[in-house]
């Protein structure tokens, strides 16, 4: 039996609360144990699977027979939710970086099925052929196997950069070696030691004795001679040499940035590829090295205007000075944000770099917009099979912040281990989300208010009081009916203890809601009418083992501006 919480319109004069409830009793069911994922392989339901039927009761009290494949939900968690019940679902979501080591069809399946929430394509490196064939399979491993794994492109930039190393996947710079960096064109194949610089004023704005950063610190040098437009550099901390790294240098120990900041955010290229993910209709484009909410704002109006249908978010990657500067301007604009801490430590001292993010992911939750933790989380497991203490620490700091997403960048683009990296980001996420159920640790949900409008405000009011009654009565699910996305957004933004089944009509909406926290997204045809749509999705959930009868969840929807508490009939 519901019992139900209905907000009252202005205009309706205050009764007691007690008059919208019915006087059933709550029956708490016995909670479900908690376990970690076990190692077998989870069984994969294909979208071919012959569905079973059940019956439900319709609006004028007849019984219809309906296909539990009327609901669409990722293949993984539904192994997951019948193995081990709602506890074992994983809040934390993982973005994996796809390259020439994951970018075939039985590669992306392992890491569909391993736990990626997002496929992240780097327009970096690789040509749109290549980038349309990784999209292409990611959408062929959905409709086929029942994934529901977003795409996310990400742009160049227009920062200063390295080129390709003749063709080789990297280079290795020793300590002590002498390294020719040019802004010359070269026919011929590269000379040994050399690397293209994207930038022509490259020669002419560094001097002798600064400190070259490559990708985020990754590789160093100083700069010992300047022969027109070549720069020679003396190795002074070795490492890997990736083709199109991002390039830094520093003055007296400061980040010279002046050239910098005359660059574009979007360059031509960029442009090109924006029109190239457009095309292709991927789910979140991000922006490289945003400096402005400007550019935000002109990039979503070009969206809207080559695609009115479009659904694609715009996330907008911190990775400068700038976009520290300008941090709450640019996330309010934006419809997410990376942490892109390898960058960002080559613009800001490196022990700033944990405040930075601390701020970041704080900044994004009280503004209701998904943060993705980013760079070189699991860096070592590039060429190791296990981690090290410290890289997992590290993940276990970016779950206990709340952040929404973890990524891989090289760990699974280029990595020799990347199906055992995402296993490790899975299983400490799970662990450390497990401790902070266990300890009791419910944050005080003092967020800010962020609607804009009386509706909005209703909307907001209905998910906090939701979430406060979910934990108060350590309820099984939260389920909110939600067309837009927006409800499940600000549920999600509450981090209730309990998983979030959020039910939408749209593919576009489901896939985009998988990259935030708590949320299991699902696509279901539903109508206005909420009793109906409850006693046809338990009867779809029933059918499939998802829940079961007595287990306590709280529902809402976007349509109907209440509050249900139900034991599942």
């Not at 909410?293 to 205007?305: G, Q, R, T, W």
């Not at 907001?460 to 934990?471: F, G, Q, V, Y």
């Not at 206005?528 to 009867?539: A, K």
Request: aromatic share 6%; proline share 5%.
């Amino acid at each position: 039996m519901a019992q139900s919480l209905h907000l009252l319109a202005p205009s309706t004069p205050a009764r007691s609360l007690s008059k919208f409830f019915t006087s059933s009793p709550l029956v708490r069911p016995p909670s479900l144990a908690f376990f970690l994922p076990r190692r077998r392989p989870i069984p994969i339901l294909s979208a071919s699977t012959t569905p079973s039927s059940t019956d439900f009761i319709s609006d004028n009290g007849g019984v219809s027979t309906v296909s539990s494949a009327a609901i669409d939900v990722d293949a993984v968690t539904e192994a997951e939710l019948k193995e081990n019940g709602f506890r074992s679902t994983r809040r934390t979501k993982l973005v994996c970086t796809i390259g020439p080591a994951t970018c075939q069809p039985e590669q992306l399946e392992a890491l569909a099925v391993g736990g990626m929430n997002v496929a992240r394509v780097n327009m970096c490196h690789g040509d749109r052929d290549w980038h349309r064939s990784v999209i292409r399979a990611v959408r062929r491993l959905n409709e086929e196997k029942g994934f529901a794994v977003a795409v996310m492109m990400d742009t160049e930039g227009s920062e200063i950069h390295m080129g390709e190393l003749g063709g080789a996947p990297s280079a290795k710079a020793e300590d002590g070696e002498i390294w020719t960096f040019s802004v010359r064109a070269f026919n011929s194949p590269l000379p040994d030691h050399t690397i293209h610089v994207n930038y022509d004023g490259f020669a002419e704005d560094v001097k002798v004795g600064d400190e070259l950063l490559v990708d985020g610190g990754m590789v160093q040098f100083e700069v010992i001679e300047k022969i027109g437009p070549d720069v020679k550099c003396r190795c002074t901390d070795p490492g890997l040499l990736l083709p199109r790294a991002n390039l830094t240098f520093w003055r007296d120990g400061s980040l010279v940035r002046e050239r910098n900041a005359m660059l574009p955010t979007i360059s031509s290229k960029d442009w090109l590829d924006i029109d190239f993910g457009i095309a292709e209709g991927v789910d979140f484009i991000a922006v490289s090295f945003v400096k402005s909410a400007e550019v935000i704002h002109h990039l979503k109006s070009y969206i809207a205007a080559r695609s009115h249908d479009s659904d694609i978010s715009v996330i907008a990657k911190i990775e400068s000075i700038d976009s520290l500067k300008n941090l709450e301007e640019i996330i309010r604009a934006a419809d997410g944000a990376m942490v892109a801490r390898g960058d960002l430590g080559a613009q800001i001292p490196l022990e700033q770099v944990p405040s930075a993010q601390q701020r970041i992911v704080k900044t994004c939750r009280q503004l209701n917009k998904p943060v993705i933790v980013a760079s070189q989380l699991l860096e070592s497991m590039i060429e190791y099979p296990t981690p090290t203490r410290a890289e997992v620490a590290d993940v276990s700091e970016a779950v206990r912040q709340r952040a929404d997403a973890l990524m891989l960048s090289g760990e699974s683009a280029m990595g020799q281990y990347p199906e055992k990296a995402l296993a490790v980001l899975r299983s400490v996420s799970l662990r450390i989300e497990k401790w902070w159920r266990e300890e009791k640790r419910h944050e005080a949900m003092e967020l800010p208010d962020i609607a804009s409008s009386f509706s909005d405000k209703i909307s907001e009011e209905i998910c906090n009081s939701a979430a406060k009654m979910a934990n108060n009565l350590g309820v099984d699910a939260l389920f909110v009916y939600t067309k837009t996305g927006d409800m499940a957004s600000i549920l999600s933004r509450c981090r209730p203890d309990c998983p979030i089944f959020a039910f939408t009509t749209s593919t576009s909406v489901r896939r985009r809601l998988n990259l935030q926290w708590g949320l299991i997204p699902f696509r279901l045809s539903f109508s206005d009418d909420m009793e109906s749509n409850l006693n046809r999705t338990f009867s779809l959930l029933k059918a499939r083992g998802m829940i079961q009868s007595g287990d306590l969840v709280i529902a809402l929807s976007d349509m109907l501006q209440s509050i249900q508490v139900m034991n599942v009939p």
